[in-house]
Each structure stands twice: as structure tokens, then as C-alpha cells.
């Protein structure tokens, strides 16, 4: 999957998979954050707030740096520190627990498929070449543009046997324009492969086979031309 996602990126095509913020952060080799959490597990982020920004004296009584994870159907108990079965989480010491506890959920609880992952995205795509990148740019990089410009479609449209104030052209555009972000996606994927934008807009935008391809309204009579 990390190979796939590399080739997309090189190649410039989108692919539409929507990660976690924490998980575009690992990428790029960026600290995670308690609120990384809230998009990962918003109960656990809740918990953790609530134990940073209050006294927990008399709250969480007697509970060790401990973690239960899911194991084969079981439940196995895992130390978030060393020695942490036999560290009492105090109101002194909560924010290691806390950050220890998100870090866990985030990627030590999955790291293994998060490392293999990362493995083969930077087999693809050097570590050295995105380690300046913000998760929010790669996530572009990765993606696409999941929020379809209308404005900028319109700009990088080509009209073959039609001409741009026609009421047919002016119906599409209407109707474009009114529809919801999917069902935009829905009619760029039926007319083009993609659902996605590039990050350079309607003017990088591929087609099914990996080519720039601007985008065409065709006036038909007859039969629609494939190329």
C-alpha cells in the first residue's frame, strides 16, 4: 500500500485514501499531538483532555502506565513506559501518561503496519525529499484536491462544436454548480477516470491513463469521438 501511494505521488495522480492527520505526520516524520487523537479515537481523546486540564487526585485511583490491547481475539496488557505496571499514574506525573497514551493509539499499537507502510512509500519517495513538507501538504500531494472548484474547472474547459455561451453550456454549468461536492466528483469520474483534482488544478488534470487531459465539452450529433 505505502508502494502504491509512493507511485501515485510520483506519477502525480491521486489516490483517494484518506488518512488520519496523525498518519500523514508519520510520513513525514513530524511529533504527533494529543489532538492528532481526536480524529483517531475521539473517546480516548476526550478521557485524556479531561485529565490534563483537571486534578485527578482522587479520579483515576491506583492505575498503572498500562494499556489493554486486543490480541488474537484476547486482551493483553501492555506497559505504555518501561516499568510502567508498577507506576501509579499521579497528578505530577499525568502528561507523560497522557502523551504516552496517544502515542500508543496513534502508532505503537499498529506500528507494525505503519512502518511497513512508511517502508515502502519512502522505497518510492526518498524521506529526505518530503521531510520539509507539513502533513497537511502531503495529504494534498497524496489526494488531490477533495474540494472541486467549479470556478477553475470552467476556466480549463475546451468546447469542441460548442461555444461557451451556449444554453446548453450554461445548463451543464448550472447544474454543476448546483450539485453537492459528490455528485461533482461522480461526473468528473464518468467523463475523465478521476474523482479527484490535482494539486495544480483543472489545468494538471489526467485522465484514466495517467495523461494531462484537459477537460472537454463535446456538442454530438452523432457519435462522441474517444480520443
Sequence with gaps: A??????????????PVHFTRSMYK????DHLTLADLEAVDLTLFNSL???MENDITDVFIDMPFTVEREFFGGAQTVELIPGGSDIIVTNE?????????????MYMSVKEQIDAFIEGFVDIIPRDLIQFFTAQEIELLMCGV???DVDDWQR???YRLLNRDDTLVRWFWDIVRESSNEIRSKILQFSTGTAVVPVGGFAMLQGSSGNVRIFELYGAS??????
Excluded: F, H
Excluded at 505505502?2 to 489516490?15: A, D, F, K, Q, T
Excluded at 506525573?93 to 493509539?105: F, T, W
Excluded at 452523432?222 to 480520443?227: A, K, L, M, T
Design 49 to 51: 483532555k479531561y485529565m
Design 146 to 148: 477533495q474540494e472541486i
Design 222 to 227: 452523432g457519435n462522441i469521438p474517444r480520443d
Design 156 to 158: 480549463n474547459t475546451y
Design 26 to 29: 508519520l510520513i513525514v516524520g
Design 93 to 105: 506525573n499525568k502528561m507523560i501518561y497522557v502523551n504516552a497514551s496517544a502515542i500508543d493509539r
Design 2 to 15: 505505502g508502494r502504491l501511494c509512493g507511485l501515485g505521488m510520483y506519477w502525480e495522480i491521486p489516490v
